[in-house]
């Protein structure tokens, strides 16, 4: 087993692992590299594995009926998905592609649960770090019903930025009309934001970076703006 492997320490769901639960995990593991656009799983395919994204960025996404594409997370470095898989067995209830080329540890799931299944306070120790990330999701839901458009936007760029940031610059490695979908907002709606508070002088934006020139009132604006 490589010690790289180790990298998946960073995830929430790893985060409270002694070193001896990660080597057990870890005993089938491997990496693999996803180009740009290119399948990791399908909706409906048997659940073979989980993932912890080292490298990149990769998009979960239903399709509806018609083919039109809903993005449900995108995943950034030092995140796991598709974990679910472990605990619920069955098959993957979304698609997941890479956005950017993309490496990623890939755990077999089956070895996975049989060791959770033989050690009961690994498995309690893992619950503590997936209940971090059910938290966060909880928190997505509750942006994506309570705030508008404008809001999830600002939420966006608040969140990718530091709390003392200054003119800092967030580098949109991720496409604008993936971070929409994301959010729930039509690509136009998010353009259309980012023209509003380009106008009130809380962003500019060069090419694919966009500088939040005032974190404080971006807050504001975002606390107290009109629906979008």
């Known amino acids: 087993m490589s010690d790289d492997l180790f990298v ?3 995830a929430a769901l790893f985060a409270n692992l002694l070193p001896e639960d990660l080597r057990l995990l870890l005993k089938n593991a491997r990496i693999i590299r996803f180009k740009a656009h290119e399948q990791i799983f399908a909706a409906g395919a048997q659940a073979a594995a989980l ?4 490298s990149g960025s990769v998009r979960l996404f239903s399709l509806s009926s018609q083919g039109d594409e809903k993005v449900i997370e ?3 470095p030092d995140a796991t ?15 997941a592609a890479a956005v950017t080329d993309s490496e990623v540890v890939e755990l077999a799931t089956h070895h996975f649960s049989s060791i ?17 990330r059910v938290h966060q999701l909880i928190q997505d839901v509750a942006s994506l019903t309570l705030e508008t458009a404008g809001q999830r936007v600002a939420g966006y760029l608040l969140s990718q930025c530091s709390p003392t940031c200054g003119n800092e610059a967030i580098h949109m490695v991720i496409p604008k009309n993936v971070v929409a979908s994301r959010i729930g907002v039509k690509a136009e709606t998010f353009s ?3 023209a509003t508070l380009r106008g009130r ?16 009132a971006l807050m504001r604006w975002r606390d107290g703006v009109e629906r979008t």
């Open 8 to 10: 998946i320490r960073r």
């Open 51 to 54: 993932y912890f994204l080292v």
């Open 74 to 76: 995108v995943i950034m």
């Open 81 to 95: 998905f598709a974990e679910g898989v472990v605990f619920l067995g069955g098959r993957y209830p979304v698609h």
């Open 116 to 132: 959770l299944a033989n050690n009961h306070d690994m498995a309690m120790r893992m619950l503590a770090g997936l209940s971090t």
């Open 192 to 194: 259309r934001v980012l």
């Open 201 to 216: 002088e809380l962003i500019r934006v060069t090419g694919n970076d966009i500088h939040v020139l005032d974190r404080d």
